[in-house]
């Protein structure tokens, strides 16, 4: 047994149980343990014990405020086979943790939060205490003090930068203005998160260069303004301005996917500046409006009061004209279009004669699709969204026929003239409506459901 998996109430009530179960698991890797185990209470201290003496290939432990005790027992040689690490409001002497960590040979992650004492000297070389360790993965989370400064001295040296691949940043000391040093020093790094709540906007006296990495495939860009800001223009549009600079300079060539909190970014990729106020390497000027861009990127967008990421894909077409070469964007709304053949699980009725059909996906308000062939689907009918199982969607009926569905951060409009035939017979004009609940092989409400294999209902 590797892996022990318990539910919240019998890890809490049932201590004892799992401290003898534990105890016959010399090979266990992943445990769910009680709460009281990472705060260092004293109902715990059996159970740590058994971990300590009978399972000493852990791979994965947390410390919260009050088990500091417990945290400077590794240096004691428990658990040499740590890979991830989480540090939670604890309070040790820089020495300590530094200690700590070095007694930790195989460590890969580690997670610090909340602990606003802990600076750049954290990174520093000190000879009578051990480096602070190469990792592959590095999240901060409230640690004000730790800034680029620190992070670029800890990413100097070639050991530590060769397998450096991942950095989470929230709320810390690193400013998007000085977050372009940390990409220059992390060669190799692949993900990037930085999580920031701003209440200014971007200086625009001194020139900002454009944020560079020939590595990186990941980048959760995740800037909000503070609800305090009041104003017609809020300070984190800067923010967008300066990556979409960033990416038509053609600084980012690896990236794939992007997540913002801007759910206008998608539309804010296809205007391409004409003379960036951030970038001191600004692009040249192009007569095309994309020109800087020629890479596929996949953006997830959110706004503030939604749950669901909305996916829009950017794909650079080629455009030649007057004998020049270029490029265009093309943009692709992840959740409406699909181009799925029926050898890919959906069903024999979405391929006819034997070709994969180009089709919409509409959520039809009960958990279920109606799937519209675009040769049959009204000209009027722009655009169409999936809401996404369990509902949520408004419908619009002749009454409200602007009415909107919206479910997360995903939206759909309908209008027009009437039109269609096939799959959107038995609707009444061109509004789309929930279909019918079905009993037996008749629908209710006059709505017959054929059996044949033009019967998209789904």
């Not at 010399?26 to 445990?31: E, G, K, T």
Request: net charge neutral; charged share 15%.
């Amino acid at each position: 047994v590797k892996l022990l998996k318990l539910p919240y109430m019998t890890r809490e009530t049932c201590k004892a149980d799992l401290a003898r179960t534990v105890s016959v698991l010399p090979n266990l890797r992943y445990v769910d343990l009680p709460e009281g185990f990472y705060t260092g209470d004293a109902s715990s201290h059996t159970l740590r014990q058994e971990l300590h003496a009978r399972c000493p290939d852990i791979r994965r432990m947390k410390y919260n405020s009050g088990s500091e005790p417990a945290l400077e027992l590794l240096t004691h040689r428990h658990w040499q086979s740590l890979e991830t690490l989480e540090l939670s409001e604890i309070a040790v002497e820089p020495s300590t943790l530094r200690l700590v960590l070095g007694s930790l040979p195989t460590l890969q992650a580690l997670k610090i939060a909340d602990l606003a004492w802990l600076d750049d000297q954290i990174f520093a070389s000190a000879p009578s205490l051990p480096d602070f360790p190469a990792l592959h993965s590095l999240s901060l989370e409230n640690t004000p003090r730790i800034t680029a400064q620190g992070l670029c001295a800890y990413l100097s040296a070639p050991h530590v930068r060769e397998v450096f691949s991942s950095l989470s940043l929230r709320t810390t000391g690193v400013t998007i203005p000085t977050l372009r040093s940390v990409l220059w020093a992390a060669t190799h790094l692949h993900d990037l998160s930085i999580i920031e709540t701003v209440i200014r906007s971007l200086p625009l006296t001194e020139p900002l260069l454009s944020l560079t990495s020939i590595s990186l495939r990941t980048l959760h860009f995740e800037i909000t303004s503070d609800e305090s800001v009041h104003g017609l223009q809020k300070p984190a549009e800067s923010y967008y301005q300066y990556l979409v600079q960033s990416l038509h300079s053609k600084s980012l060539p690896a990236l794939e996917e992007l997540y913002v909190r801007d759910p206008d970014f998608p539309e804010l990729m296809l205007l391409a500046p004409s003379l960036p106020p951030f970038a001191g390497n600004s692009p040249q000027r192009s007569n095309s409006p994309t020109a800087g861009f020629n890479q596929t990127l996949c953006v997830y967008s959110k706004g503030l009061d939604e749950l669901d990421w909305v996916h829009t894909s950017l794909t650079p077409s080629p455009i030649h004209t007057r004998g020049r070469r270029g490029s265009m964007l093309s943009v692709s709304s992840g959740r409406p279009m699909s181009s799925y053949s029926a050898s890919r699980g959906l069903g024999p009725q979405w391929a006819m004669g034997g070709e994969a059909r180009r089709s919409v996906i509409v959520g039809n308000g009960f958990g279920g699709f109606l799937a519209v062939p675009q040769d049959e689907l009204p000209s009027s009918l722009s655009r169409m969204s999936v809401s996404g199982a369990g509902g949520g969607s408004e419908w619009p009926s002749p009454g409200n026929p602007h009415a909107h569905a919206r479910q997360g951060s995903t939206s759909s409009s309908y209008g027009g003239q009437s039109g269609g035939s096939g799959s959107l017979r038995g609707m009444s004009a061109s509004w789309l409506k929930p279909p019918p609940s079905i009993a037996g092989s008749a629908g209710s409400g006059g709505h017959e459901r054929r059996g044949s294999r033009h019967d998209l209902w789904r």
